[in-house]
Structures are given as structure tokens and as C-alpha cells.
């Protein structure tokens, strides 16, 4: 599910855009909701590349 956010602009165009929701905890994340593949919020993604530089 997708949500506009009035208070983040798209730095293309200046205007209010929907962005995606983190896959893992449904918060927003960085990137439009046209962005290809898994979505991570900031967190979701450092504690996605903590597991993977433990891993081995």
C-alpha cells in the first residue's frame, strides 16, 4: 500500500508523490512507489546489512 506524503517532494518535479512502504515494517521508505523490487525503510535496510555482514 502506498501513501502520498504531502511534506516530501519528489526532487524531479517539486511535487507531493507517493512513496513506497517498507516491505518488512509498512513504513515509508526513500524511494517512489515506482521503484523496482523490495522496498526497505532506513532501518529496515541497516539492520538488513548488519544481518548480511554477519552472516559470513
Do not use: F, I, K
Amino acid at each position: 500500500m502506498s501513501r502520498t506524503y504531502p511534506g516530501r517532494m519528489d526532487e524531479t518535479n517539486g511535487a507531493a508523490t507517493a512513496w513506497a512502504d517498507c516491505v518488512h515494517c509498512g513504513e515509508p521508505t526513500e524511494y517512489p512507489e515506482t521503484t523496482r523490487g523490495a522496498t526497505l525503510c532506513p532501518v529496515c535496510e541497516w539492520q538488513e546489512g548488519q544481518r548480511l555482514a554477519c552472516s559470513g
